[in-house]
């Protein structure tokens, strides 16, 4: 990081660093870095042998295709901003703090929860609190749907979050902490 001061005139604090911290590479040992390169796309094919299945069951499990985009459109598009959130803000937590086979599992358990809830969120700003609306895909006359009058917000919360985070590179919100500042991102993304 740069220390140094702000040209005369400024307020006395200290320059932003010449690299943002999102992005200044941390050096790894160079073989280490080549065994991970060496390693792939073997890892990358390992990986799709459980998602393709999960893939399968999402894509028929609200009654087909069609319900599943109305159903699971919305609560995907609402949890970008939290996952966002979780790996450029919290650095994996809370998923760090746990043991290796639990990170996975803890981290998703909030992104869903966080996603299913802002999904809420969303739709009562729209129109009003409609459970039946959120999770089911034929609901109908009388209840508010979430696809697609809160795909907008949804969209917009992501892009606003990718901004303060790359953009303006976090600041001024890093001096928070990165838990406060994250949920403090998340919140100004929702407003702005």
Excluded: N, Y
């Amino acid at each position: 990081m740069s220390d140094v001061p702000l040209p005369a005139g400024g307020d006395g604090r200290r320059a932003l660093p010449d690299r943002p911290l999102l992005t200044a590479h941390r050096r790894p040992h160079l073989d280490a870095e080549l065994w991970r390169h060496a390693r792939q796309p073997g890892l990358g094919l390992i990986g799709l042998v459980p998602v393709l299945p999960v893939a399968v069951l999402l894509s028929v499990g609200v009654g087909g295709a069609e319900g599943s985009v109305l159903v699971l459109g919305p609560l995907v598009t609402f949890s970008l901003p939290v996952v966002a959130m979780i790996a450029f803000w919290w650095e994996d937590w809370p998923g760090s703090s746990l043991r290796p086979g639990w990170s996975g599992p803890a981290d998703t358990l909030v992104i869903a929860f966080a996603g299913i809830l802002l999904t809420m969120l969303a739709q009562a700003v729209v129109d009003r609190l409609d459970l039946r609306g959120v999770f089911d895909p034929t609901a109908g006359a009388g209840h508010a749907a979430t696809f697609p009058a809160t795909m907008s917000i949804g969209g917009g919360a992501f892009v606003a979050m990718l901004q303060i985070t790359f953009a303006w590179e976090g600041w001024p919100l890093r001096r928070l902490g990165r838990i406060a500042s994250g949920a403090c991102a998340l919140a100004v993304a929702w407003v702005g």
